[in-house]
C-alpha cells in the first residue's frame, strides 16, 4: 500500500505535493474531492497542530476524521498492531498515526489494506516538512541557491527537513553539539539525494559555520516529546546554541525563521527573534492544513 511514513516515501513526488498544497492553497482545486471518505486518526502523543489540521483538512475536502487516542484503543491494552490495522481497514480510508515509536508505524503499515500517513515518529516529521517547503517557496519563490541551516537537536523534525532539501535542490548546514547528530542512516540516504542534485550538507558543532550564507534558520523544541528524562542534560548541552539575534545576525541579512512549533521561549529561541521581523513561524502554522490536504488528496482520492 501507498504510505507516507518518510519522505523519501515521496521521493519522485515531493515537489508535486507541494505544488498541489499551493493549488488547494489558492482555490484551484474542487470543492468536495473526498467526499463520503473516513480518516482514522491515532495519537500516541499530544498535538494541536497536527490534529486540528488533518481533522479541518478531511471536513473542508468533504470527507470526516475520526480521533482515536491511543489510551481509549484497544491497541494501549495490547490488542496487536497488526489487528488494529486489519480492523480498521475494514471500516476507513485512511489512517494518521503519530506514534512514539517510528517501528510501530512500519508495522501499522505493514498490515494496513489504506494508505497510513505519519504524523509524527521519533524518527521523521514528513508532513510537517512538505508544509515548510510550501513556506519557503510562498517566501522565496523558488528552492534553487538557497540554504537552510537546523540549530539545535539533530531530530524528527532534523531528520525529514534533510531528506527534503536535499530532494529539493536545497543546501541544509545542521548546526549540533556533539552527540545530538541527525540520525546517521538518514543522513546518508540524504547525502546520496544531495549528490544527485548536487547540493550540499554539513553536519557542524560550529555556529559560524553551519551559519554561513544562510537563508533559512530553523530550531526545534531541545526535549522532544519521549527525551523528558534526559531534560536537565539537553538543557546544558544545547544552551549554546538558542536562536537568538546574535545567532540570526550570522545568516543572511533577509533570512527567514523558522519553527514547527511548539516553541519554548528562552530557550530554544528568544522571543524577539520568534515574534520579530524575519519570523515565519504562523504562515508556516496556517501551511499544515493546506499541505495536509494535498496529502490527503493526493492519498485518498480514488
Ligand atoms: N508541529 C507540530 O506537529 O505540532 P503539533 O505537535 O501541535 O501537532
Ligand atoms: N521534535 C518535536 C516536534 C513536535 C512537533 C517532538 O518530537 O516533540
Not at 516538512?129 to 540554504?147: P, Q, V
Not at 534533510?162 to 543522513?187: F, H, Q, R, W
Request: glycine share 6%; net charge negative.
Amino acid at each position: 500500500m501507498n504510505c507516507l511514513l518518510s519522505i523519501c516515501d515521496i521521493k519522485e513526488d515531493v515537489s508535486y505535493i507541494i505544488d498541489l498544497a499551493n493549488k488547494i492553497k489558492s482555490g484551484e482545486v474542487e470543492d468536495t474531492p473526498l467526499e463520503g471518505k473516513t480518516l482514522a486518526m491515532i495519537f500516541q502523543k499530544s498535538s494541536t497542530r497536527t490534529r486540528v489540521s488533518f481533522d479541518v483538512g478531511m471536513y473542508q475536502l468533504g470527507g470526516r476524521a475520526i480521533f482515536l487516542s491511543s489510551n481509549d484503543l484497544q491497541m494501549g491494552r495490547g490488542e496487536p498492531i497488526s489487528d488494529t490495522a486489519k480492523v480498521l481497514s475494514r471500516f476507513v480510508d485512511g489512517i494518521m498515526i503519530r506514534a512514539i515509536e517510528h517501528d510501530d508505524v512500519i508495522e501499522l503499515a505493514k498490515y494496513s489494506d489504506i494508505p497510513v500517513i505519519s504524523g509524527l515518529t521519533n524518527l521523521e516529521h514528513p508532513c510537517q516538512a512538505l508544509a515548510d517547503m510550501l513556506t519557503i517557496k510562498e517566501h522565496f519563490g523558488d528552492f534553487k541557491d538557497k540554504k537552510l541551516c537546523f540549530v539545535g537537536d539533530g531530530n524528527n523534525v532534523c531528520n525529514s527537513l534533510l531528506l527534503i532539501t536535499s530532494l529539493l535542490g536545497m543546501d541544509m548546514s545542521v548546526a549540533c553539539p556533539k552527540g545530538y547528530e541527525p540520525n546517521k542512516e538518514i543522513l546518508k540516504i540524504a547525502e546520496g539525494y544531495a549528490d544527485e542534485n548536487s547540493t550540499e550538507i554539513t553536519v557542524t558543532d560550529d555556529i559560524n559555520i553551519a551559519l554561513n550564507d544562510v537563508d533559512i534558520v530553523y530550531t526545534d523544541v531541545w526535549v522532544s516529546m519521549g527525551d523528558e528524562a534526559q531534560k536537565t542534560q539537553r538543557e546544558m548541552d544545547l544552551k549554546p546554541y538558542q536562536v537568538n539575534s546574535e545567532l540570526m545576525s550570522l545568516a543572511n541579512e533577509d533570512a527567514i525563521f523558522m519553527h514547527c512549533l511548539p516553541a519554548i521561549r528562552g530557550q530554544e529561541v528568544t522571543s524577539d527573534v520568534i515574534d520579530g521581523p524575519h519570523s515565519v513561524v504562523f504562515d508556516e502554522a496556517e501551511n499544515r492544513l493546506h499541505a495536509q490536504k494535498a496529502i490527503l488528496y493526493y492519498y485518498l482520492k480514488d
